[in-house]
């Protein structure tokens, strides 16, 4: 089965993007540490949706990964081997100090 590793999984972007790769039948891992709450507090929570993702796709396997903590992301990367990547972390923190090593990549659906 193919993986995907998906950043800032629990967003409004990235839970779709888990969702959308989900029902191609892709294995999902996300990776969120609830930044957003950290940032904007209890109203930018998004463990609801970390629940939600783990509550309706098979196989979703969380990470609580603070995808600035470069060693850990390439420990992830090496254990997993996925064969897609998505970036889609956004908070203050992710757009003052970029964390973001890896490309953002998704294939349309013709190079699928
Ligand atoms: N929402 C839109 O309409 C839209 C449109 C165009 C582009 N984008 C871009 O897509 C990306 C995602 O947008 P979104 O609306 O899904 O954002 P979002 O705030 O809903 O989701 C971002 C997620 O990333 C997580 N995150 C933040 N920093 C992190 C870190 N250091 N480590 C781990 N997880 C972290 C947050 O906890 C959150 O769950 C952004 O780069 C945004 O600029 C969004």
């Not at 950290?38 to 970390?50: A, L, M, S």
């Not at 972390?89 to 003052?96: K, L, N, Q």
Request: glycine content about 8%.
């Amino acid at each position: 089965m193919k993986k995907i590793l998906v950043t800032g999984s629990s967003g409004l972007i990235g839970s779709e993007v888990c969702l959308y790769f989900a029902a191609e039948g892709w294995q999902i891992h996300g990776v969120d540490n609830n930044q957003r709450a950290v940032f904007f507090g209890p109203k930018g929570d998004t463990r609801w949706n970390q629940h939600r993702l783990e509550n309706s796709i098979k196989g979703f396997v969380h990470h609580e990964l603070d995808i600035r903590d470069r060693q850990s992301v390439l420990d992830l990367l090496k254990e997993i081997k996925p064969q897609q990547l998505s970036t889609l972390p956004r908070s203050p923190a992710t757009i003052w100090r970029p964390p973001f090593l890896l490309p953002i990549s998704i294939p349309t659906p013709s190079e699928r």
